[in-house]
């Protein structure tokens, strides 16, 4: 298992976000604008980084340290969704690519579990052979 922080090396999205303000209705504003970004493609080569230089070497070193029969790497953001509403590695375009590159180089053959979290609902997403398992936190319905 690969715990991964997605917080504290995490660059401010492409249109920084103001979810976090105390604005009435901040986060359905943010949601908003990440539709928008999305539906018009704004930001689509933003290179922003999710887990910064030194993680990502962690990461890579960690990732071939050993094999396993099945790797669990946890993000707590989604990592393979589609929705631009949510926040997710897909505002990072780049950084997702590298990342998921990574796994696909890495664990050829191998069967990889991502568990994510963040949205307040539960998802199995799929691509590329990886299984991705999002959950709510534990103290919603």
Known sequence: MINLDTRYNRDDHFIPSIGGSRVPFAALGAAFIRM???TFGIGA???????????????RNELCAERYTVTVIVSSIQVLTSNPVVESWGHYPEARRNFLDTIGQKCEGERVLLLSGDVHHAEFSGGGGLVEVTSSGLTHR
């Not at 910064?52 to 990461?59: A, I, N, P």
């Open 36 to 38: 928008l970004t999305a």
């Open 45 to 59: 080569d933003y290179d922003g980084t999710i887990l910064g230089d030194k993680q990502s070497d962690w990461f």
